[in-house]
């Protein structure tokens, strides 16, 4: 029944907490030596489902596989699965080194080889030297590291990351980021990653699980993920856009802004109201005259790498990003491609309404 | 009040021990806020003048001094040796010959003794049994743990004299065990009046002191970390062992401070549970001063009894130097 390379299954898995479901029949697999990050927002149930094949929560409804055997109700020492927690949960009673070594200690792997490993792993990490310091005298990103270091130098099958730079700096996530990735394709390893920094899911992930409510809107690759949102919410979490009420004229046709737009979508049928998503970086400024629809500029704020407007056309208002400026109350032209328009089935019920 | 005509190094002692104390007060206000935040910190260092620091003094100065105010080591040799008066006046009337006739009164240290030797017995049942407990209190998936710290809590409001007599009602010849048990058939059995009953009553008392700090130290450890160690291969018994454990020493050495203290000075419990066939130190300078009004000797066992405590409070500090069990230590 289950795929042989599948490592982890998860089949129809629901979780309550006292009343409330978390989770509502997810369903979802990793392959081996994949990267795999669960986005979303807070209280989307993606750190629950990291917690389920952790072992630290068990499912109220369906079943975990991992190489095709059901271990939904195996505890955590039992999981051929490491994690790196949130907030590290370091021993605070151990040093490094012994941080390091816990696992290996408790495996009654010899001392030779634990001394071996734990220093291999501290090279990895770039904090040879560092054994003898108590895990309190470091900083965050070394923590970091070395809570990764904890994991790792199991062996683990997979390794669980539940929003691990969380903590850190700007500048010292980007740095972890690429550290991580990279750490990823050398050993070998599964990792599943728990984020709600879709910038950092894109960057880092084979494949995007993005979650909300207890249930997965989509799973893809980074590019498909960006390019093609399965709906409004995820176009408007992952990146930003214009998300715009329209109505499907016929197929390759769609009518939003006070203009018929032609697009590459079809197959939804005439007269049908959808969703209309547009990268802000996606839509061009032209002279007044030659665009489909022309606007006015309402503001401009300066990014760094381009210049973000919003431009007033009259039924709605758009995002821009441009690396070149348009003044202020100028009027200028609005050009969209026709592959940049995602269309979209309108989200059911509460979920339209938020976005 | 006994000779309170103190001579004018009673005085002079006083005086140095205030001068010291408003000193290391002063410096304090130098180092930490200034003046004006240790103004409102007056009410409280005027109580401690006045009930902490003057009878301390007073207690030194007593323990020092004769009936007469005379200055003496007596006190102390009369720790030693409770026959330590009578037995001069042997010697000195029978010189040489008296040797055979004295002997040393060994009642102080033995009871020193047995109060330490019954204290320690009382913590470490208190530990044996509150650890337990306060895991248990702690336990995150244990819906009913703050039922059960309320419960622990409840007779504590009531006075510990209350609480004591309470035991006595049970374990009286006509209380309601033995009632319970000839009710059944069985013959009674003596519970009081013996040092095991005096121990039960102390453990019964002293019990939260050990249980509080305990699960203090515990509740508010990150629950992470024990997921950390079952993730890295521990089970339940080696998370225990390996991680809580080691992390709750500063609320254990809070614990035996809090239980050992006052199970050394107890007092009372002996009596009422003792049946007086008992007795431990609390009661013995309870008695120099109140039955036989001696105030020098019972300052100078008091004054022992406090140098002890230091002695053992800086040794338990050793283990949790940065207080983190935030007890007394």
């Known amino acids: 029944m289950i795929e042989q390379e599948h490592l982890i299954d998860l089949k129809n898995i629901s979780k309550d907490f006292d009343g409330t479901t978390v989770l509502k029949n997810i369903n979802l697999y990793v392959r081996k030596k994949e990267f795999v990050t669960l986005l979303g927002p807070s209280g989307c149930g993606k750190t629950t489902t990291l917690r389920i094949i952790g072992g630290f929560e068990y499912p109220s409804e369906g079943t975990v596989y991992f190489e095709g055997k059901d271990i939904t109700n195996l505890p955590p020492y039992k999981r051929r699965v490491n994690t790196v927690f949130q907030k590290y949960a370091l021993f605070p009673h151990l040093n490094v080194r012994d941080n390091i070594a816990f696992g290996l200690k408790i495996a009654k792997v010899p001392r030779d080889e634990i001394n071996k490993r734990v220093d291999r792993m501290l090279d ?138 032609p697009c590459v979508d079809s197959g939804f049928g005439e007269g049908v109201p959808v969703d209309v998503v547009v990268r802000p970086e996606d839509i061009m ?51 969209i491609v026709p592959y940049n328009i995602h269309i979209m089935k309108p989200m059911v019920k509460e979920a339209s309404a938020n976005v | 009040m006994y000779n309170m005509t103190l001579p004018w190094w009673g005085w002079a002692m006083m005086l140095v021990g205030l001068a010291a104390f408003i000193g290391m007060l002063i410096i304090s206000i130098r180092r930490n806020h200034g003046v004006k935040r240790s103004l409102f910190a007056s009410p409280y260092i005027l109580w401690m003048i006045l009930f902490t620091v003057v009878p301390v003094i007073l207690i030194a100065y007593y323990a020092f001094t004769d009936a007469n105010g005379v200055f003496t080591l007596n006190n102390f040799r009369n720790f030693w040796d409770s026959n330590y008066e009578s037995n001069k006046v042997i010697m000195e009337a029978m010189g040489e010959l008296g040797a055979a006739y004295i002997s040393r009164g060994t009642v102080n240290v033995d009871t020193l003794v047995y109060s330490l030797w019954m ?18 209190m702690a336990d995150r998936n244990m819906k009913l743990g703050s039922t059960l710290v309320v419960l622990f809590i409840i ?143 019972g300052s100078a066992l008091s004054l022992i009894m406090m140098v002890l405590i230091l002695i053992s409070l800086s040794i338990l500090r050793k283990a949790d130097p940065n207080g983190e069990g935030g007890g007394i230590a």
């Open chain 1, 285 to 335: 400024l032209v002279g007044e005259d030659i665009g489909q629809i022309s606007g006015v500029v309402k503001s401009v704020l300066f990014k760094g790498v381009h210049y973000e407007m919003m431009i007033d056309v009259g039924e709605t208002t758009l995002k821009v990003h441009s690396t070149v400026m348009q003044p202020q109350g100028s009027r200028v032209g609005i050009n």
């Open chain 2, 119 to 136: 204290a320690f017995k009382c913590t470490v049942i208190c530990l044996l049994l509150g650890y337990p407990a306060a895991l248990f």
């Open chain 1, 124 to 261: 990895l990490v770039n904090l040879s030297g560092y054994g003898k310091r108590k895990v309190d005298q470091l900083s965050g990103g070394q923590q970091q590291r070395i809570a990764i270091a904890r994991a790792l130098v199991n062996e683990p099958e997979v390794l669980l990351l539940d929003e691990p730079l969380g903590a850190l700096d700007l500048k010292l996530r980007k740095e972890m980021q690429l550290e991580l990735k990279s750490m990823q394709q050398r050993l070998g390893i599964t990792f599943i990653y728990v984020t709600h920094d879709q910038e950092e899911a894109l960057t880092m992930s084979d494949t995007v699980v993005v979650m909300r409510d207890g249930h997965i809107l989509q799973i893809g690759d980074p590019k498909r993920i960006y390019d093609e949102p399965a709906n409004a919410f995820v176009a408007d979490f992952i990146g930003e856009s214009n998300i715009m009420r329209g109505i499907m004229v016929r197929d390759e046709l769609v009518h939003f802004s006070g203009y018929d737009f």
């Open chain 2, 155 to 297: 007779p504590m409001w009531m006075n510990f004299l209350l609480r004591t007599i309470a035991w006595m009602s049970l374990l009286e010849d006509n209380g309601l065990i033995n009632n319970f048990l000839r009710w059944l058939g069985f013959e009674g059995v003596q519970l009081m009046y013996n040092s095991e009953a005096v121990l039960l009553g102390m453990i019964y008392n002293f019990l939260p002191f050990m249980v509080f700090p305990i699960y203090t130290v515990i509740n508010k450890m990150d629950y992470r970390l024990s997921e950390a160690a079952a993730d890295l291969g521990c089970n339940s018994w080696k998370t225990l062992y390996k991680v809580v454990m080691p992390l709750s020493v500063p609320g254990v050495i809070s614990g035996i401070t809090m239980v050992f203290m006052p199970s050394v000075t107890t007092f009372f419990i002996p009596r009422m549970l003792g049946g007086g066939n008992t007795m431990m130190f609390g009661d013995l300078i309870e008695s120099k001063f109140l039955v036989e009004g001696n105030w020098n000797v």
